[in-house]
């Protein structure tokens, strides 16, 4: 919904299409996603709409937005119309998250959390779900997801009495921010290799890519959010750009999909999607 600069910010005539779409095409599932979507100022308007027409919407929240200045009531918001939310922290450890993200954003995370599970988010037998996300911040692969949600569960209730529904382990992408520093460690050539070597081709059949597409915040179409950070339109229409608003009654099964060397972060070994491990 909204991008890195202040301008980059889908308006209410984007969303409309948005909502039109959805409700043309029977989309099951709205992920909301764009580093804080929440601050867009019609996020609110817009996850009415798309509540009304009964799918799924799912909110890529950096938790530290319920602490800004309006957003008080955030957390009741998401949970009166059922949000799904999707929250990244990159360890259960204060000095490992601090390290990466700053200083206190550890504990910002942490009251968040708490103020989610207050309102039954990621509490067991509820259906309101809190899924946490890890990706490595090292040029190596994610371990094993199963085991790492063990001791992400363990260790979040044992020393914070945190509780979440699920854990989301993730390749790290060769691209924006963490490619440059890998080219500037000199890494990046290496980690390219590592990706290839560890390509399972099982994991083919069950990329994100075959059945999701990403809008922009003006609208145009990708086949996922990584061609979008690499600005490559969806390959339908051979790499022009495509709007929403085109597609609005086209049936994209069997449509071309763009693919480059970063596709391997989503191949290798047990796989890596939006919604995490493949395998």
Known sequence: ?????????MNWETMTVVQQFVKNQSIATVDLTGGAPELNPEFRRLITLLHDLDVQIIDRCNLTVLEEDGQQDLPEF???HGIHIVASLPCYLME???RQRGNGAFSSSLAALRRLNALGYGVLGSNLLLDLVYNPQQPVLPPAQQQLETDYRRELAQRYGISFSHLRVMTNMPLGRF???LRADQQ???YHTL???NHCQDNLNKVMCRTLISVNWQGM???CDFNQMLGLPIGINRGEEVYLSELMNQDL????IRTGNHCYGCTVGQGSGCGGALA
């Open 1 to 9: 919904m909204a991008g890195p600069k202040r301008h980059e910010v």
């Open 78 to 80: 998401l949970a009166r």
């Open 96 to 98: 490992n998250v601090d």
């Open 179 to 181: 490619a440059e520093r």
């Open 188 to 190: 990046l050539a290496p």
């Open 195 to 197: 990706l290839q070597l």
């Open 221 to 223: 179409v990708y086949d």
């Open 253 to 256: 099964t069997g449509q071309p």
